[in-house]
């Protein structure tokens, strides 16, 4: 069960080297999109794993996906991609449980229960800022007119995220006295979440991201700490290039 397995991992001094011991594929599309985190979470926990990528053709067209979906292969994400497929247990569907399990399996997610408590809830207020951006609609493939989006695009980065960040920043601030840490003594899926938001925004979005966070010096920190942690350096080194 995994309720075992998570206190094992974490209280075993293996845990730190930890890999699954039966095969893991991630099947998802050339690109970074919900996949990316687990990716990421794989590569610092030191798991290995087949990382299956469906080419993306012109006009979005990905061939070996759609094979897949029409054939049941992703049933267990109800047709959709990313999928985690494991030797002798099957597959497994939604991006976030298969965060939390590789973040289990690669002792990233506390070191008892109340830490792993507060690690998922930081995890979860970054997935309420995602989705508050998706909400101003000013993404590429929004509907707004451009200037609707370009209206939306400046109150988000001007006064909604700033807003965010501040909250964030409050509440991760009474969670660690650690310098560049959001929980407990080392580095946990919290910290890759909160790195994963303020540093691998979009190229055109760098900027203005770094200056809505400007006034949160824990929340940097631990960006910055996450930014230079080896196993990351040397994922971001070599991880595919991608369109998005």
């Not at 687990?38 to 080419?55: I, P």
């Not at 959709?80 to 399990?101: H, L, N, T």
């Not at 964030?168 to 840490?181: Q, R, T």
Request: with cysteine.
């Amino acid at each position: 069960m995994l309720s075992a397995t998570f206190l094992i991992l974490c209280g075993s001094a293996a845990a730190e080297a930890s890999t699954i011991s039966r095969g893991l594929k991630l099947s998802y599309f050339d690109a970074r999109g919900a996949a990316e985190m687990t990716r990421t979470l794989l590569a610092v926990g030191g798991m290995e794993y087949e990382d299956k990528r469906f080419a993306i053709g012109p006009g979005m067209d990905a061939p070996e996906f759609k094979q897949m979906k029409e054939s049941g292969g992703l049933s267990a994400n109800l047709g959709r991609a990313p999928i985690v497929s494991i030797d002798g247990e099957g597959d497994f569907g939604q991006s976030k449980a298969m965060e939390r399990f590789v973040a289990r399996e690669c002792a990233l997610l506390g070191m008892d229960e109340y830490e792993a408590f507060r690690i998922d809830a930081i995890a979860e207020h970054v997935r309420d800022i995602s989705d508050a951006k998706r909400t101003k609609g000013f993404s590429r493939f929004s509907k707004k007119s451009d200037e609707e989006k370009a209206t939306s695009r400046a109150e988000w980065f001007e006064t909604d995220l700033p807003e965010w960040f501040e909250r964030l920043e409050a509440c991760v601030a009474g969670y660690s006295s650690a310098d560049g840490i959001a929980v407990g003594g080392k580095i946990s899926y919290a910290d890759l979440c909160l790195w994963n938001m303020l540093r691998e925004c979009p190229a055109d979005e760098v900027e203005l991201t770094a200056k809505a966070a400007a006034g949160c010096p824990k929340l940097n920190k631990i960006a910055d700490a996450v930014a230079a942690h080896p196993p990351l350096v040397a994922w971001l080194e070599k991880r595919p290039v991608t369109a998005f």
